[in-house]
Nanobody, 113 residues
């Protein structure tokens, strides 16, 4: 499945963004668990949120209560609603299946003070 992330941008602290991850080829319903990952400047990529086909979700402690992940298999898309953004949320956001090894370009999120 080829995945394309979009929706990033420049936002002030306290603001919000909604990221989308669409399958350009293949279907995300074939992937049991989808995740949003973040790579902050100078840091390794980390998993911030995941959602299974059954709708079970999990979040990194740093984003819990602020981010919401969802998936719409009919639209072949996974979303990440990000609220109350802070400076530490800056980074490139990628989507992938959990355990996936092929990465798309990601989408840049920059939070300014």
């Amino acid at each position: 499945v080829q995945l394309q992330a979009s929706g990033g941008g420049l936002v002030q602290a306290g603001g919000f963004l909604r990221l989308s991850c669409r399958a350009a080829s293949g279907t995300i319903s074939d992937i049991f668990a989808m995740g949003w990952y973040r790579q902050a400047p100078g840091k390794t990529r980390e998993l911030v949120a995941s959602v299974t086909n059954a709708g079970a979700t999990a979040y990194a402690s740093s984003v819990k209560g602020r981010f919401t992940i969802s998936r719409d298999n009919a639209e072949n898309t996974v979303y990440l609603q990000m609220n109350s953004l802070n400076l530490e949320d800056t980074g490139i956001y990628f989507c992938n299946g959990l355990g996936g090894t092929v990465w798309g370009q990601g989408t840049q999120v920059t939070v300014s003070s």
